[in-house]
């Protein structure tokens, strides 16, 4: 599709809009209504501080890392460095790298930061996704009940009070307002609100030697291509908090006749997806801005970063669809797969239960699948976590040993099928399909040990 795009448009350059041109609100409101801003007066001033403290602290501990991703074949290491934090146990895969969550202080869950101010930086973040969260509740329902606005949406805090107390009480609110709604919609607008982790991004623009440019508009340096965000829950609200580094380098340029956006400032671009008929949209970043990508917007548009001069952090809160990205379901898994295996009476030995080919195929792609999208993911980017909690070294470990009972499991299936006392057409089932799963398996561990 983008080859086709870009054939299509030859060397000409599709229209975009910043707020500085005439049409700019009208566009907004009419082709990315579902686009909600929050300029950074509307937050509150000591969310503010304890966010962006959090995000130096990371960046003084070390905890930011480029990922090394798969893209057609291909590994690339990403310009921008990230790290996960959320959920205790949950995951969020992207380009074929699986990450896994610094998780957040949560109730009931025993974690050991490495040091006091990493606890801090995640409970600051937490602090923030509890706050998004309540925003964009209260920002869904306001685009149902009277369809989109073209003016930024404005919260009235009182600035001395606690920013905890005051999503708590805007909260309750809501729940009121929720009568209107009915309370199956308030529902799901919850659902599709709570964010399970929020994906840390950072990047200095004057540290990178090449930043790809933005092919359909010519919007410039792109710190992160145009995509859409995977691995979501359908529908689901991608709520981002952007703290740019102002007053350390360049600041914005006041020339009124500068054409397009200003390349000193951070922008996030969109565009209809695979559309060349709509203009498309460039909106400025400053320190502390929000925005929000509603319902489905995540799905019919693309949306890109497009990079200032100045450093730049940003926390991207989303629901991830952890149906099976959590310990909780590898670990169901892996105990679905052992119950195959069990010790004979008389001899002690571990014997299998069944041979059947249906069994078999099961209790192999389990096993390929705790060494693929679990084990191999998690060592592969080495023992970075650590810098942060040691949190995952025991359900690894866990897992581990869950893995090697499978590996025993390959074995005796092999010496199972070698014997005479299955029927050749049964012996002949459950090879093919035990061929199949191992082809895989040993395609992937080629491919693991090249990348």
Known sequence: QK????????????????????????????????????????????????????????????CFFQDLVRIKGKDFVTPVSRILIGNPGCTYKYLNTRLFTVPWPTEGCEIKYCSPEIHDACKALMQLNDYL????????????????????????????????????????????QSIYVSEDDYTRLKNRTSFNLTLLNYMDPLQMLYLKQEPY?????????????????????????????????IEESNEQNL?????????????????????GLAMPLHQGDCYFMLDDLNMTHQHCVLAGFVPRFSS???????????????????????????TDSDSKALCLKSLGAAVVKQVEEIHNE?????????????????KCTDWWLKPMAK???FWRKMEVMTSLILC???????????????????????????KLREEWTAR
Request: with cysteine; glycine share 6%.
């Open 133 to 176: 969260h309540t925003e964009a509740v209260q920002a869904l329902q306001g685009q149902n009940s009277s369809g989109p606005k073209e003016t930024k949406d404005t919260v009235v805090t009182d600035r001395e009070q606690s920013f905890d107390t005051s999503i708590k009480e805007k909260e309750s609110v809501l729940k009121d």
């Open 399 to 401: 897992l581990q040993e």
């Open 316 to 342: 991207t809160h989303r629901v991830v669809d952890c149906s099976r990205g959590t310990l909780e379901y590898i670990f169901g898994r892996c105990e679905l797969a052992l119950q195959n295996l069990q």
């Open 416 to 442: 199972e099928v070698g014997k005479e006392d299955q029927t050749v057409e049964q012996r002949g089932e459950t090879i093919s399909c035990l061929l199949l799963v191992l082809n895989e398996r040993q």
């Open 370 to 386: 705790v060494e693929f999208e679990w084990l191999r993911q998690f060592w592969f980017q080495g023992k970075r976590y650590l």
């Open 3 to 62: 080859k086709k795009l870009l054939e299509e448009l030859g060397e000409s350059r599709l229209p975009y809009m910043t707020p500085r041109d005439a049409g700019f609100h009208e566009l907004w409101k009419t082709k990315y209504s579902k686009l909600i801003f929050r300029e950074s007066d509307t937050v509150p001033e000591e969310l503010h501080r304890v966010v962006q403290e959090a995000f130096l602290t990371l960046r003084k501990h070390d």
């Open 259 to 279: 054409e397009g956006r200003d390349p000193a400032v951070w922008h996030v671009g969109l565009k209809v997806a695979w559309d060349i008929e709509t203009p």
């Open 217 to 249: 508009f010519g919007m410039g340096d792109m710190a992160v291509s145009w995509h859409h965000d995977e691995n979501l829950v359908a529908r689901s609200t991608v709520a981002v908090y952007s703290y740019s580094c102002e007053g350390s380098a």
